[in-house]
């Protein structure tokens, strides 16, 4: 079960046109990150910050909190 979505990560990346791969190397992120965040896992702020500053956005223009029970 999971607390969170990036499901506006995932808008976002398709309105840039942009692959996953792409966003590892531009935004200076680990492989690793972005299969957690293709999973909805947990991951390390530092992560969300650079793609914040990668996007010019803040962080709930990617990042939904759920309420418990993991459903919007």
Do not use: Q
């Amino acid at each position: 079960m999971t607390d969170v979505s990036y499901e506006k990560l995932w808008r976002k990346l398709d309105e840039r046109g942009l692959l996953k791969t792409e966003l590892i190397r531009e935004a200076k992120i680990t492989s690793n990150s972005m299969a957690r965040l293709g999973k909805d896992e947990d991951v390390r702020l530092n992560v969300l910050v650079k793609l914040c500053r990668y996007f010019n956005c803040k962080l709930d223009d990617l990042v939904d909190i759920l309420p418990e029970g993991g459903k919007k």
